[in-house]
């Protein structure tokens, strides 16, 4: 009886640890989360223990059920062939369950990245999850805004695949921190080592239609004179500069740093660097 619970044990813990790698492996495809490489390191060790046990028990219990009498003797009647027992349909069913239930639950974190993902080859949007010239800029900060617990910040960065806001930790905080988003979902990082003045720099991003950094982007990039195959590295800023609340679109090359900046209503206010001479 102990026998028969430890096999059906370890046959369900086997079917969870087997669901968690499958979805370990989905979550790293969909989001990149070198998280999910951590989740293989748990799960694999757990099937290759699980399915050890599950088969030593097996025989133990298959060992045990022999007897004399199962002994073939010598009669002139031919053998009769044994049927083997087939796994009970309820355990196998509830074995699919099981893994189903681990890899959706392992998948949670990845949620918001694979219907993005899904959207965008639907839609045909290959570059979608860019946080320069995708679609989700907006969603990204809403994000980190509700990890924050408020939308005030100093400044918001969008790089290619990354969101970084900085801010206090909650209303009226003299210590800012940086939040992230990345991977489809966003975090609270380390106090800033510099100290912005809050009380100059801080904007209310709720008011702010970040959908619009990918157009600047993309106008940026289109009015830039650098040669076809330079390599630049871009980012945008929304930050208060000279106590006006701008849209600021970097890109660095071989010629040095060019920058165009923007109001919020997508209108240029000034350009600079090699790109635009």
Do not use: C
């Not at 950094?213 to 930050?239: F, N």
Request: zero cysteines; glycine letters at 8%.
């Amino acid at each position: 009886m102990i026998s028969r619970f430890l096999a059906t044990l370890a046959f369900l813990v086997l079917a969870a640890a087997l669901g968690v790698t499958v979805a370990g492996a989905l979550g790293l495809l969909f989001t990149g989360d070198p998280a999910y490489i951590g989740v293989w390191a748990y799960s694999v060790p757990v099937v290759l223990v699980s399915f050890l046990i599950f088969e030593l028990v097996r025989r133990n219990r298959r060992g045990s059920a022999r007897s004399p009498a199962d002994t073939p003797v010598d009669t002139d009647e031919p053998p009769v062939a044994r049927k083997r027992r087939a796994r009970p349909t309820p355990l196998i069913a509830l074995a699919v369950a099981v893994a189903v239930v681990a890899a959706g639950i392992t998948l949670i974190p990845a949620y918001t990245m694979i219907g993005r993902t899904l959207t965008n080859v639907a839609t045909g949007n290959w570059d979608g999850n860019s946080m320069l010239t995708g679609d989700y800029q907006q969603d990204a900060v809403d994000a980190i805004a509700q990890v924050a617990g408020h939308y005030d910040f100093t400044r918001v960065t969008f790089d290619d695949d990354v969101v970084l806001a900085e801010g206090p930790a909650a209303p009226g905080a003299d210590t800012a921190y940086f939040y992230l988003h990345r991977y489809g979902r966003a975090w609270r990082g380390e106090p800033l080592d510099v100290q912005p003045d809050l009380a100059a720099e801080l904007f209310d991003a709720e008011a702010i239609d970040f959908s619009l950094i990918a157009r600047l982007v993309e106008r940026t990039i289109d009015e830039a004179m650098t040669p076809p195959g330079t390599s630049t590295y871009t980012k945008a800023d929304v930050l208060v500069l000279d106590g006006e609340l701008v849209a600021r679109v970097s890109m660095t090359h071989h010629g040095g740093t060019s920058v165009m900046a923007y109001d919020l209503e997508g209108n240029e206010l000034s350009r600079s660097g090699a790109a635009f001479e």
